[in-house]
């Protein structure tokens, strides 16, 4: 009988008068055995053949398993570099917002500082343009009195006093 690749060995051993045990040792299933007696109709062959056919199956289980094993480790690590790219983007994400912020505020004490010199000029102008009244008025005052003086004279000037 010729045994398939999967099979390592085969042995067969006699346990009574009549019945018969078939042990197939494969890497995949271990060690497999059938007990074959009169009353059944297979022959050790067909027994044999059952055995390799179980094995064969419980290689193909195995086989099926670790793809199903590698496949939810292949899940497992695409997973965990799908949370590791969302924690890295909601990183960029907080320190675009915080550089946003950042820019925002500089704007803003920009805004402050430049309202605090225009006051200021506004004031300093205020108070120049304020200045320059009272100096005009007082010129103004001077050159009435200079003008009433010498028109009325200085006497009568004094008198209106």
Do not use: Y
């Not at 271990?30 to 027994?47: F, I, N, R, Y």
């Not at 675009?96 to 006051?119: C, M, N, P």
């Amino acid at each position: 009988m010729k045994l398939p690749v999967l099979v390592a060995a085969a042995t067969v051993s006699i346990l009574s008068v009549g019945c018969v045990k078939v042990t197939i040792q494969s890497p995949f299933a271990g060690d497999t055995a059938a007990s074959l007696t009169p009353q059944t109709t297979a022959t050790v062959e067909v027994a044999a053949q059952t055995i390799v056919a179980t094995a064969e199956a419980q290689a193909k289980a195995k086989a099926e398993a670790d793809r199903i094993a590698a496949a939810k480790d292949k899940a497992n690590r695409i997973a965990v570099a799908q949370r590791l790219a969302e924690q890295a983007a909601d990183r960029r994400a907080a320190a675009q917002r915080e550089a946003a912020r950042r820019r925002l505020i500089a704007i803003q004490q920009r805004d402050a500082e430049a309202k605090l010199v225009w006051a200021a000029r506004a004031r300093e102008e205020k108070e120049r343009n304020a200045a320059g009244r009272r100096l005009s008025n007082s010129i103004r005052a001077n050159e009435e009195a200079r003008r009433r003086e010498f028109l009325l004279g200085p006497m009568e000037n004094k008198m209106r006093r």
